[in-house]
DNA sequence: TTAATAACCGAAAACGTTTTCGTATTTTCG
DNA sequence: CGAAAATACGAAAACGTTTTCGGTTATTAA
């Protein structure tokens, strides 16, 4: 089973490598007779093109890379599904790689992917990422690069998000709407940027409808786990924490937190509204289904790469890229759990 | 920026291109001094291999495909996880594609990953795919090639997968071991192995503990969705079907059923006891919590891609590949739903 | 001292493709 | 009819690496 190559092709017809290759390809400066024959004998024998060489040769992977701190994770891997589809559609592949959300892993992840010259990046980064020389690198390379979700400021490449502060704002002014008064938030680690802006935004929300901000009635989820969620509903009946509603960095903590006060009977939402944030698929087949702020995955993963794409065109016409930073709109999504 | 290349180096230093590409492979014909030599300036240049020169020099891209059903989706999250952790610990990058369960898609992407002469392939099929030429021919182009959870059985190549029927006889057997006798099981398609498996493992139980076969109460999941959890528990109810237990074929049929039951005010397990399959993350996190089939993602993805190295190196080393077939315990996981 | 051996380095081919440029042939047109 | 233009093809360089095989020194043994 050897390799079917030009020069095979050439030499079975007895004309040159240069002109098969044209041919296939069909260059103009070919007769339709040779491109004929040509192209029937490519097809006898099964020729494949060797990407090896067509890589050396152009310069380009028809690869891309992309970084998620996690992947069995239900927005990031609606986000990685979107992006495949669309990439195998123009011809790409993917590589995919998970960061575990450890700065070094992601350092050790761009160089490999820098290394592999893939023609993108696509990364959402890692929670405590805070060095950023290597997506500095990044940059430096003329590697076009697309941030989501997680993203530094201080890197000028385009950007898919969404705004945190306000989706929080608005889940949180949700539970008021709906009569709570004693609201705390069951928040993310102190770093990363998406945890300090929905702490920002339900704070904010308090303050503009005269409630009184608490910081003993925020509890920090720093692996934003179920068991979390279920640690703090405990240690807020433990506690007789004073508490009629209760914003979730996440659906997997305030699911965490709903099974907890399922089990000690506390009712929701009649003594307890939740609301937790993404609209993880399981939100809706909970009982009581969850409220939940919408944070769109497919779309999403859908922009990035439409922009990655943008953007590597336009690098190819030796244009400059205008980075652009895509905020997607968020909704809440009312339920069970806050449906008073 | 300039590529850097190893005819940079050799020049900068006034020696070959061969002896700088074999000083920083530490060739044993290369004084120490000039390894130095050149290490330092590889270093401060930061010299980086060209992917491509070397993929086609050694004819390996160091790369593997994967392809799956469906990114969204515990179970197979889980084993990509594994996968991709392993492989790139031994400096391998994993392309993943997603088949939508479509065969033609299935057919395409193997297509795809020969073209890019990836390594290595892992899949897992798609529900329907009955021509299996696309596979035959990876086998005839010995490239590595591992299948698990869905395969075929006519391809003769290493295998990781489960044994469904014996793990749905338990899962019947527990049913009955809790005193159910009228026992219905919410089937998946009619094709696919694993779902007639998972069949036959339900109605063996049933014969085996004297209980009748009646086929009124197996109901068929063309989609495996929630929905259809759902809507046969509707069904159940709607037209009194004699039921006091419950096989799901999957978690996701399984908490549909219960949503349903839910809302219906039918004790679970009291009225009806549920069992599912896979042991999803969230089968724990539900109320109540389900019991299900513990189905190994993690340890059956590092197998695979275990499996899969053992292929590349003895292909290397020119030997014989004996395929393997590994089948992975599963065992029962007795949870509330089913808690008599 | 000479021959044999070891130590070190470089020339060059090879991997398979793409693309530029030149050349030979044919066609067009004044 | 002759010059210009169009048409069709091929030679060869290039992409950057790896590795074989010779060759040149320096070292050792006889």
């Not at 992917?113 to 696509?122: A, P, S």
Request: charged share 25%; net charge positive.
């Amino acid at each position: 089973m050897e390799q079917v190559t030009l020069k095979q092709i050439a030499n079975n017809l007895g004309i040159s490598i240069a002109t098969v290759s044209k041919a296939l390809k069909d260059y103009p400066d070919v007769s339709e007779r040779t491109k004929e024959i040509v192209k029937a004998e490519a097809a006898r024998l099964q020729y494949q093109p060797n990407s090896f060489a067509v890589n050396l040769r152009t310069q380009e992977s028809k690869t891309l890379g992309l970084i998620i701190p996690e992947v069995v994770h239900y927005f990031f891997s609606s986000i990685v599904q979107a992006i495949i589809a669309h990439a195998t559609k123009k011809g790409y592949l993917v590589i995919i790689l998970q960061s575990d959300d450890s700065p070094e892993l992601e350092v050790k992840q761009i160089d490999l992917l820098i290394r592999k010259r893939v023609d993108g990046i696509m990364i959402s980064l890692a929670n405590d990422t805070v060095d950023i020389n290597h997506l500095k690198r990044v940059m430096d390379l003329q590697i076009p690069l697309v941030m989501f979700d997680k993203i530094s400021k201080l890197i000028p490449c385009s950007k898919v998000i969404i705004d945190d502060r306000k989706a929080a704002y608005e889940a949180t002014k949700h539970l008021i709407d709906k009569g709570c008064t004693k609201i705390a938030h069951l928040r993310g680690p102190l770093l990363p940027q998406n945890s300090i802006d929905r702490f920002l935004g339900y704070k904010k929300a308090l303050e503009d409808h005269g409630l009184v901000y608490d910081p003993k009635m925020v509890l920090v989820c720093n692996k934003i786990t179920y068991e979390e969620g279920r640690e703090h509903a405990q240690f807020i009946l433990d506690n007789r924490l004073d508490v009629d509603g209760i914003f979730a960095i996440t659906d997997m903590v305030a699911i965490g937190a709903i099974s907890y006060f399922n089990e000690r009977q506390v009712k929701i939402p009649e003594e307890i509204a939740i609301i937790g944030f993404s609209n993880w698929f399981i939100s809706s087949a909970m009982t009581p289904t969850l409220s939940t702020v919408d944070q769109p995955g497919t779309k999403m993963g859908k922009k990035v790469i439409k922009q990655l794409f943008k953007e590597i065109k336009r690098k190819k016409e030796g244009k400059i890229v205008q980075p652009i930073i895509d905020v997607m709109p968020t909704n809440v999504i009312e339920r069970a759990s806050s449906g008073r």
